[in-house]
């Protein structure tokens, strides 16, 4: 199995930031957390940046740093897997474009879903979401055009729905992290969407 080389670097580069964090200790890790994790704020009024750009980098930057490594490692086993299916599907020119999108659209929905919480948002689950999302866009456009049944995706979508409420509550019980479902929801909302786009434009291109 050849994993798709754009997924492959942003994990590489994930991994590498967690290692260095491990080696360095507890303290750079909370400053990792505090100048580059992504918290509501009102952007509207001033506010005072730790560096310049901060308060718009932040919408990208927390998804290339995690809590610990078992979130990191959640997050690549998805990365990995979706990469090759999206290689397979012959995506992988989208794979930078998915990503940059998912992690933007995470932390925009988690900013007006949440504009007070206190809750800082980190780590590349929205990417992961958002891959998802486009895969199973894709094959659901797929089988539409092809009067293809549908009930094999909807019951994807529900154990998928169904195991992400499990993994909401088991990993908040194992780990004292907060689960930022509204990250995660814009995410895959971001990921159908482009799936969307793509195909009108092939249908453009056909035409």
Not at 51 to 70: A, R, T, W
Not at 79 to 89: A, D, K
Not at 171 to 192: C, E, T
Request: aromatic share 16%.
């Amino acid at each position: 199995m050849t994993l798709s080389q754009r997924t492959l670097a942003f994990i590489l580069v994930i991994t590498a930031i967690e290692m260095l964090l491990l080696v360095l200790g507890p303290g750079y890790r909370q400053s990792a957390v505090f100048y580059f994790s992504f918290a509501p704020l009102d952007l509207t009024r001033p506010y005072k940046e730790v560096f310049f750009f901060q308060k718009y980098l932040m919408f990208i930057s927390y998804g290339f740093i995690h809590s610990n490594v078992i979130h990191l490692l959640i997050n690549v086993i998805a990365l990995f897997l979706l990469g090759n299916i999206l290689r397979r599907l012959g995506k992988d020119n989208l794979t930078f474009l998915i990503l940059f999108f998912s992690i933007l659209g995470g932390a925009t929905f988690y900013y007006f879903l949440e504009p007070t919480s206190p809750v800082p948002l980190i780590g590349a689950n929205c990417a992961s979401f958002g891959l998802l999302a486009f895969v199973l866009s894709e094959e659901l456009i797929k089988r539409l055009r092809r009067n293809r049944s549908v009930n094999q995706m909807v019951y994807v979508l529900l154990i998928f729905i169904f195991a992400h409420i499990l993994y909401f509550y088991a990993f908040s019980a194992i780990l004292p992290v907060s689960i930022i479902w509204q990250g995660h929801l814009g995410a895959f909302l971001v990921g159908a969407v482009i799936a969307l786009v793509c195909q009108k434009k092939i249908d453009r291109k056909d035409f």
